[in-house]
């Protein structure tokens, strides 16, 4: 196959219809060159060549260098904004899977709206905040190794790895920031308490597995105040914690009550941990 820059730019012709009906029917949020090459024997560069003409004509919207998604019919634009963000992250960032606020959104650990999904991902990322075709995204890069504690969901066809119950709850404990803050962490401990599949022992299980000091800093003084466990829990806990103080809320003041049995200064107003 050869195509040639002087191919006319109005329209849509057999071959670019057959790329387009071929990729429709895989199903996935996103195509890349790669995807023409295994399905259509396509070189690197006729690959890239036909999505960028494709994209020019509007049938495809490009999300990233080489990463396009096919522009649904009927849409009124040829940027949409998509409505699978979940599939697109899974594809974007993957090995990844969703956490932070969006994870307990979907647990129902809040009821508060945020206009960003939150993803994990082991891949490095050059900067926190993405948009992607009008999508937002924030993105924490961490070792592969701390990819656990997740659950597959499915999202049309597509796989998606969302954080379980339990692991909500200790990615917000190690970072309140992409939980919406202390304040924000200290509501979703007490909404997993009342979850019917609460069980701090798979929290503990989780934050040694983490293996970072500050989580055990937040979940035993969550423990004692919020979640009301019993001596033996917060004797385990407290064994695991290391020297220093941290704040609760790491974007807060340095200001507040410093509880020295936890390591932790509470500067969030104490009305908010009641």
């Known amino acids: 196959m050869s195509l040639k820059n002087t191919e006319t730019q109005s329209g849509i012709g057999q071959v670019e219809r057959h790329v387009l009906d071929t ?26 060549l036909v999505m960028s003409r494709l994209a020019k004509k509007g049938w495809l919207q490009r999300l990233k260098s080489g990463i396009y998604r096919i522009v649904p019919l009927g849409s009124e634009s040829a940027n949409p904004m998509p409505e699978d963000a979940w599939s697109i992250a899974m594809e974007l960032f993957s090995p990844c899977y ?5 994870a307990a959104e979907h647990w129902e650990l809040t009821e508060q709206i945020f206009n960003s999904t939150v993803i994990f991902t082991s891949l490095k990322q050059r900067k926190k905040e993405t948009i992607v075709a009008g999508l937002n995204y924030r993105t924490k890069t961490i070792p592969k190794k701390d990819l656990f504690g997740t659950k597959k969901i499915w999202s049309d066809n597509t796989p998606i790895l969302i ?35 609460a069980n701090p022992e798979v929290l503990f299980q989780y934050a040694k597995k983490l293996g970072h000091g500050a989580v055990f800093k937040r979940l035993g003084f969550i423990a004692e105040k919020i979640m009301h466990l019993p001596q033996p829990f917060l004797d385990t806990a407290h064994a695991e914690i290391n020297t220093g103080i941290i704040n609760l809320d790491p974007n807060g003041s340095n200001t507040g009550p410093i509880i020295a049995k936890w390591g932790i200064r509470i500067n969030i107003p104490l009305g908010d941990i009641s």
């Open 163 to 197: 954080a379980d119950l339990h692991r909500t709850v200790i990615d917000a404990l190690d970072d309140p920031v992409i939980a919406g803050g202390g304040r924000h962490t200290i509501d979703i401990a007490k909404e997993y308490m009342k979850h019917k599949d």
């Open 98 to 102: 969703i956490s932070g606020w969006t």
């Open 23 to 48: 990729m429709s029917r895989l199903g996935k949020p996103v195509i890349r060159a790669a995807d023409l090459e295994r399905e259509l024997g396509y070189s690197r560069a006729i690959a890239n």
